[in-house]
C-alpha cells in the first residue's frame, strides 16, 4: 500500500475524515466492477457502494495498517452484493429476480454497460476472476484469498476467461 494510502487510514483512525473524497476517488472503481458484476444495477451499485464506505469507515479499527485496502474493500463490495442479492431473492419472486439482475437497461454508463456485455460471455467464476483481477488490479494471490480457490484454478480460470474473450473479441 502506497504510502499516501498509508497517511489515509491512519488519518482514518484518528476519526479524521479530510481525506475522505480523495480516498474515494483513488478505490472507488475497484469497489464499483466488485459490486456492479454481481447486482447489474447502476442505482443498486451506487447505494452499496454508500453501505461499503461507512461499514469501512465504521469498523477501520479492525483494519490493519498493512494490509492491501483495494483488495479490502472489493471483497466488502463482493459480500455486501452477495448479502443484497440473497434478500432481494428471498423478497423477490424469482421471475421479478430475473429481471432485476438480467437487466442491464439501468446502466448507464456506456463503458460500463461494454464491459458487463463481455463480462457476460464468462462464467460466474472466470468473471470474478478477471473483475479483480484486471479491473481492480488485484494480485492472483489475492484474488484466491478472496474467492477461496486454489491459486492455480484461479490462473487456469484467468486464462480460460482471456481465451473466450480473445475469441470473441480479439485482440
Do not use: C
Not at 50 to 71: C, H, P, S, W
Not at 150 to 156: K, S
Amino acid at each position: 500500500m502506497g504510502k499516501q494510502m498509508n497517511e489515509i487510514i491512519k488519518a482514518f483512525k484518528q476519526k479524521n475524515y479530510e481525506s475522505f473524497d480523495q480516498f474515494y476517488e483513488m478505490t472507488n472503481r475497484q469497489v464499483y466492477y466488485a459490486i456492479i458484476q454481481i447486482v447489474k444495477d447502476d442505482e443498486v451499485a451506487a447505494d452499496l457502494m454508500q453501505e461499503v464506505y461507512m461499514t469501512f469507515l465504521e469498523k477501520i479499527d479492525q483494519f490493519r495498517l498493512d494490509g492491501n485496502v483495494y483488495a479490502y474493500l472489493s471483497m466488502m463490495g463482493r459480500n455486501t452484493s452477495i448479502n443484497y442479492y440473497h434478500k432481494q431473492k428471498r423478497e423477490v419472486h424469482s421471475d421479478e429476480l430475473l429481471e432485476t439482475f438480467e437487466s442491464e437497461e439501468k446502466v448507464v454508463d456506456k463503458d460500463v454497460s461494454d464491459i458487463l456485455s463481455l463480462l457476460n460471455l464468462l462464467n460466474k467464476d472466470q468473471r470474478e476472476v478477471v473483475v479483480l483481477h484486471t479491473i481492480n488490479n488485484l494480485k492472483f494471490k489475492e484474488v484466491a484469498e478472496i474467492m477461496d480457490k486454489p491459486l492455480g484454478t484461479v490462473l487456469w480460470l484467468h486464462s480460460e476467461a482471456i481465451k473466450i474473450l480473445k475469441t470473441k473479441v480479439g485482440d
